[in-house]
């Protein structure tokens, strides 16, 4: 009974059905960002190659002068949707490095953006 309900789910495809994850760029480079300048903004394509939904769970940032914007609903096989990066350089100077943790429901269950710039005062 075991190996015929194995058989069953193989011929199914529910066994092989999983989502895939593609993202347009894994790292940015924003250049020279003015302080006093405003918000910088980067909009990153994340693509689902895989054939079930695909959830961006959670995004994570250790600096509170990123901001993510992600999808919260599922995305299906063969679409896409943007996740929008938004930096405040205010009340900073110079060089940063800074990740940004894209956790989902891939086979690869985070994926790194890496972002980076160099604040100047003036």
């Known amino acids: ?16 059905a999983a989502p895939g994850i593609e993202l ?3 790292t940015w480079d924003f ?3 003015s302080a006093k ?14 054939d079930s939904p695909l959830l961006i769970q ?10 993510v914007e992600y999808p919260k609903q599922p995305i299906l096989p063969g679409a896409s949707a943007t996740i929008l990066i938004t930096v405040n350089p205010r009340g900073q100077q ?8 894209i956790f989902n429901n ?14 100047t005062v003036r």
């Open 1 to 16: 009974m075991r190996f015929l309900l194995t058989i069953l789910l193989l011929l199914s495809g529910a066994v092989y």
């Open 24 to 26: 347009s760029e894994r």
């Open 31 to 33: 250049g020279r960002i």
């Open 37 to 50: 300048g405003g918000k910088v903004k980067k909009e990153i394509t994340v693509t689902n190659t895989g």
């Open 58 to 67: 959670s995004v994570e940032v250790a600096c509170t002068c990123t901001k």
């Open 94 to 101: 110079g060089s940063f490095i800074r990740t940004v943790n």
């Open 106 to 119: 891939s086979g690869d269950f985070r994926q790194i953006v890496v972002i980076k710039g160099t604040i």
